[in-house]
Each structure stands twice: as C-alpha cells, then as structure tokens.
Nanobody, 122 residues
Framework: QVQLVESGGGLVQAGGSLRLSCADS????????MGWFRQAPGKEREFIARISARGSHADYADSVKVRSAISRDNARNTVYLEMQSLKPEDTALYYC???????????????WGQGTQVTVSS
C-alpha cells in the first residue's frame, strides 16, 4: 500500500525558495516513478516534475525547469522538490504522486498525496 504525505508548503515571498517533501509509509516506494503536480484555483492539475524509480532520470515542466530540482531518497521513502526564485504564479496546491509508468500525465499516477499549499506573495 502506498500512502503519500506531502510537507514543506507555506507562505513564501516572491524570489524566495522552498523544499517540498513527500514521504511514503509503504514498502514499495522504490519501485515507482514519482511526480510532482500542482493545481491552482480554477485551473487544471499541472505537471511540474518527475523522477524515475532509481532516481537516474528527471524531467521538468518548462515553467519551472531552470529553477527546480527533484530528488529522491529511497532509503527514506521520500521524494523532494526544491524550487527557487518563486513567483506569485507558483501559488497552488502541490501534490506528489506515485506511478508505474514514466509519464507526465496525471492519469498515469495511481497514488496521490493530499497536497501541500504553497502561497507566494508579491
């Protein structure tokens, strides 16, 4: 069973940085690709970043590519997302997800956390 819990969100000033964490209490974390998505009010869920099961491959949306880093620690069953130079448009509910496929599509991720809110003030 995969159970994902995000943390690290909060209120940040524009230009600041943050590190989101997503921990899995299950035993199969290292077998899944992990993704980060976000959803702002009134908008669709948006792909942010993904990392392969062993951490050897990473991929980013263009909107965050130069200022984000995804990583994972399989020994701790945790995936991280670091973001810098935050902008007000980064304000959203951030979700982590686990999936068996290497995909940017939310539909390909079977397990989701509850999300952590990130608010960037101008």
């Amino acid at each position: 069973q995969v159970q994902l819990v995000e943390s690290g969100g909060g209120l940040v000033q524009a230009g600041g940085s943050l590190r989101l964490s997503c921990a899995d209490s299950g035993r199969t974390f290292s077998g899944f690709a992990m993704g980060w998505f976000r959803q702002a009010p009134g908008k669709e869920r948006e792909f942010i970043a993904r990392i392969s099961a062993r951490g050897s491959h990473a991929d980013y949306a263009d909107s965050v590519k130069v200022r984000s880093a995804i990583s994972r620690d399989n020994a701790r069953n945790t995936v991280y997302l670091e973001m810098q130079s935050l902008k007000p448009e980064d304000t959203a509910l951030y979700y982590c997800a686990a999936g068996a496929k290497w995909s940017r599509r939310a539909i390909d991720y079977a397990y989701w956390g509850q999300g952590t809110q990130v608010t960037v003030s101008s």
